[in-house]
């Protein structure tokens, strides 16, 4: 079967480091996406890894170990409005993205 | 680029009645578009694949006579909500692919419906 893990919820603290863990096992890989979803609106784009190693966009970082079907999102000098979901989604044989249950993170003063 | 908005944003029914949402790419052709479905603080749960010209492809357990999905043109996705229920309240999500060399995905601002 196809299964992606996702803590469900985390917090952390305006200023901070925090890393959200997800692991897949899908049919089949062609990319690893990450998305921010605000309640009530819909996902946006963060950041997409198909190849071993760290990607890096300014705040926000996504690393993938295909090896291991292991992938997190590091997400540094976390700011108030971090305070989102956070999807990981992955592209298997097929054009769906599979998608796991999201981590909903509360960032606190 | 690649901007997909949604028709209506929010709509409220009566039990029985029919929805239409509408999807469109902006700045883009898309010739697949998807259909998500997110219940409150779960994630979003792929209901069907839209191609156009053709068929939709529905995902198991959903009931492709209650949720019409017409893919017109490479710009415009619509899915039908049918004799809606109140359990069929929920938030609704399409998305379209871009065609770029991967299969990121750009998604719509999301259609709330609540069915009395």
């Known amino acids: 079967g196809q299964n992606i893990d996702q803590p469900t919820e985390m917090t952390a603290t305006e200023g901070a480091i925090v890393q959200i863990n997800c692991t897949y096992q899908t049919s089949g890989f062609n990319g690893l996406f990450w998305y921010q979803q605000h309640a009530g609106e819909a996902p946006t784009f963060l950041s997409y890894?198909?190849?071993?190693g760290l990607e890096e966009k300014g705040r926000f970082s996504s690393f993938l170990s295909r090896s291991k079907g292991y992938s997190y999102l590091l997400l540094k000098e976390l700011q108030m409005k971090d305070s989102a979901s956070y999807l990981c989604?992955?592209?298997?044989?097929?054009?769906?993205?599979?998608f796991g249950t999201g981590t909903r993170l509360q960032v606190f003063p | 680029g690649a901007v997909v908005s949604q028709h209506p944003s929010w709509v409220i029914c009566k039990s029985g009645t029919s929805v239409k949402i509408e999807c469109r790419s902006l700045?883009?052709?898309?010739?697949?578009m998807f259909w998500y479905r997110q219940f409150p603080k779960q994630s979003l749960m792929l209901m069907a694949t839209s191609n156009e010209g053709s068929k939709a492809t529905y995902e198991q357990g959903v009931e492709k006579d209650k949720f019409l999905i017409n893919h017109a043109s490479l710009t415009l996705s619509t899915l039908t909500v049918t004799s809606a229920h109140p359990e069929d309240s929920s938030f609704y999500i399409c998305?379209?692919?871009?065609?770029?060399?991967?299969?990121?995905?750009?998604f719509g601002p999301g259609t709330r419906l609540t069915v009395l």
């Open positions: 998305s379209a692919r871009s065609g770029r060399a991967y299969n990121e995905q750009f």
């Open positions: 890894n198909v190849l071993d």
């Open positions: 989604a992955v592209s298997g044989n097929t054009d769906k993205l599979i």
């Open positions: 700045d883009f052709q898309a010739t697949t």
